[in-house]
């Protein structure tokens, strides 16, 4: 059975603009960062939330693409001038790829913000645990909890040192509210070497973390959700599901809940209570 959130759906407030490229940024793998800048006023966007963004070709590829607000500033002294937006992705496929190379100066089509995202009604301090890009999904909650003064580490896990876009950002944002960083790679080129359950499992077992964010791979965010049942942290995942609307009507982003139904990923996540899902 098909689960709808009444309330997710009810607080839809997403727009559609037209959004300037202000600049492209490119790391390593291929990443990249696109600046976008929207004109105000503009709803609010919660940490988790994400933007369905048209890629700037012609006719293929013919759907948005969906990637989580990374940042989202003023744009200048005056409320008048707008405000600008980041998105943060990797380089998969002819949409990605029109996203990274986009010129500034052009406008995209921009339909934000979408989905529900994270709850931080809960208290106690946290870790947030992000696989590769999958960092974009938890750089405002970040932002939101040093706001809070809400002490929490950050491990950030990848194949390599190339992996962590934006280490020394999510470092010092750690660090500022009184936290610590822990880089993780697969082959030991940058920080410690393994995956992210190393120092998740440290932090748990001594007591310094209540609840758990997280955002990346689905193996990762498995294993993370299992070790927060074990140690009874809260645990919230922001999915990466593929979608095609962004909205619910394609009903393309499905996913299987443990309790045997479905959800839309758009509609109901992409942050879900990572022990109801199916992993």
């Known amino acids: 059975m098909l689960c709808y959130c009444p309330a997710a759906m009810e607080s839809l407030s997403a727009v559609e603009r037209g959004a300037l490229v202000v600049s492209v940024e490119h790391h390593p793998l291929p990443l990249f960062t696109l600046r976008l800048r929207v004109e105000a006023p503009y709803p609010s966007v919660h940490p988790g939330q994400f933007a369905m963004v048209q890629a700037p070709t012609t006719l293929e590829p013919y759907l948005r693409r969906a990637f989580s607000v990374f940042t989202l500033q003023r744009a200048g002294e005056s409320v008048g001038e707008g405000l600008e937006l980041e998105i943060h992705g990797k380089v998969i496929g002819p949409g990605t790829a029109a996203l990274a190379a986009a010129v500034p100066g052009r406008t995209l089509r921009l339909l934000a913000p979408l989905g529900r ?83 998740l499992s440290r932090l748990l077992h001594q007591g310094r973390c209540q609840r758990i964010f997280t955002c990346g791979p689905d193996p990762m965010m498995k294993a993370v959700c299992s070790l927060a049942e074990e140690h009874g942290a809260a645990v919230q995942a922001a999915l990466e599901t593929p979608m095609g609307c962004g909205y619910g009507a394609c009903l393309g982003c499905v996913v299987p809940r443990r309790d045997g139904g479905l959800a839309l990923c758009c509609r109901v996540g992409p942050v879900f209570d990572g022990r109801e899902v199916a992993w």
């Open 117 to 199: 995202g994270f709850d931080l009604s809960g208290g106690g301090r946290a870790v947030l645990v992000a696989g590769g890009v999958g960092s974009a999904a938890l750089s405002m909650l970040a932002e939101e909890l040093v706001a809070r003064r809400v002490e929490f580490d950050f491990v950030y896990g990848g194949r390599g040192q190339s992996d962590l876009a934006h280490g020394d950002r999510f470092g010092e944002l750690a660090r500022a509210s009184g936290g610590e960083y822990f880089p993780v790679t697969e082959d030991g080129s940058h920080g410690e070497r393994g995956l992210v359950t190393a120092p």
